[in-house]
């Protein structure tokens, strides 16, 4: 079964709304989780590395201010879209490395769609 | 810099014919390789993984993947394609330290499955 969880799969949300993402690890406490967005047909971009307790890590060019990430606990990180723009559409997806294994296991996604 | 070259956009292959998919990276440090698939829509399912030992590596759904270090490729094969191996794949490197997580993706190879 999943050992990695997100939600939502998929949200629609409105023009300058925000909209707040989850990942979940479900057996294991994972300190660093990791962010990945994909546009359709394209592949996956890393966005920001989730770390627990502190600031996140953001790739370059993400704008840090508009991806807002939280890992407030160790089973939990939060991925929020503010002021989500139809250029916002696009698959979100996690992954967060269990300790001891050489993978890191990826959530089911999340696909938004801002109108 | 470090990259993911696949360089097939698209393939198509006839039921039961062989298959095989390209994967170049560049890489400074010793690298993780990784191959996923993922189906239209979905999150994505790793099919086999590459850190030490054999080069030859089995992964699920009858894959594998040989490292060539001398080639920097990591081709995925499969001996006889069936209708439900039509996904995206994607081959992906990583850091040993990172456990499998913040990967550099491929552009992805969509392959077609014809009866």
């Known amino acids: 079964g999943a050992v990695v969880s997100q939600h939502p799969s998929w949200v629609i949300c409105k023009s300058g709304t925000s909209v707040k993402i989850e990942c979940r690890s479900l057996?294991?406490?994972?300190?660093?989780m990791f962010w990945y967005r994909q546009f359709p047909k394209q592949s996956l971009m890393l966005m920001a590395t989730s770390n627990e307790g502190s600031k996140a890590t953001y790739e370059q060019g993400v704008e840090k201010d508009k991806f807002l990430i939280n890992h407030a606990s160790l089973t939990l990180s939060t991925l929020t879209v503010t002021s989500a723009h139809p250029e916002d559409s696009s698959f979100y997806i996690c992954s967060a490395p269990r300790p001891g294994d050489t993978e890191a296991f990826f959530g089911q996604g999340t696909r938004l769609t801002v109108v | 810099a470090q990259s993911v070259t696949q360089p097939d956009i698209h393939i198509t292959v006839s039921e039961g014919a062989s298959l095989e998919l390209r994967c170049n990276y560049s890489y400074g440090a010793t690298p993780y390789l990784f191959w996923y698939v993922q189906s239209p829509g979905q999150g994505l399912q790793l099919l086999l993984k590459?850190?030490?030992?054999?080069?030859l590596v089995q992964g699920i759904k009858g894959f594998e993947a040989e490292f060539k270090r001398s080639q920097s490729s990591f081709n995925l094969r499969k001996p006889s394609v069936h209708w439900s191996d039509a996904a995206e794949y994607f081959c992906?490197?990583?850091?040993?330290?990172?456990?499998?997580?913040?990967?550099?993706f491929g552009q992805g190879t969509e392959l077609s499955v014809k009866p």
């Open positions: 057996d294991f406490q994972a300190t660093t």
């Open positions: 992906a490197v990583g850091a040993k330290y990172n456990q499998g997580g913040k990967l550099i």
């Open positions: 590459y850190f030490s030992g054999d080069t």
